[in-house]
């Protein structure tokens, strides 16, 4: 059974870190753009960061730079989301995507997605 499995959620105060995970289940990680996603309260959901295993290239949304980094342990087919500096405003469902896909870094046409981490930054 192929799917991928988000973890590393939870409540932190502003100014904190957490570490998302994405791990995959079923197949390996070569060839694939990677995503982040957010969804917070009330939006709709937005690209946050992204990662291609071919290459290695990254992006990050805006309002992210410099405080989160996206990271590929290709060993154990699993994507990081280091969140650091967090704010009120990072609150939301974080969903992994992943399409496979050469050297492209952001999934457009995913074809699978996690179940999603709730993460929320309030004091």
């Known amino acids: 059974q192929l799917h991928i499995v988000e973890s590393g959620g939870g409540l932190v105060q502003p100014g904190g870190s957490l570490r998302l995970s994405c791990a995959a289940s079923?197949?390996?990680?070569?060839?694939?753009?990677i995503g982040w996603f957010r969804q917070a309260p009330g939006k709709e959901r937005e690209k946050i960061s992204c990662?291609?295993?071919?290459?290695?290239?990254?992006n990050y949304v805006d309002s992210v730079k410099g405080r989160f980094t996206i990271s590929l342990d290709n060993a154990k087919k699993t994507v990081y989301l280091q969140m650091n500096s967090l704010k009120p405003e990072d609150t939301g469902v974080y969903y992994c995507a992943v399409q496979k896909a050469i050297l492209v870094v952001c999934p457009y046409e995913a074809e699978y997605w996690g179940q999603g981490t709730q993460v929320t930054v309030s004091s």
């Open positions: 079923g197949f390996t990680l070569d060839y694939y753009a």
């Open positions: 990662i291609s295993s071919s290459g290695g290239r990254t």
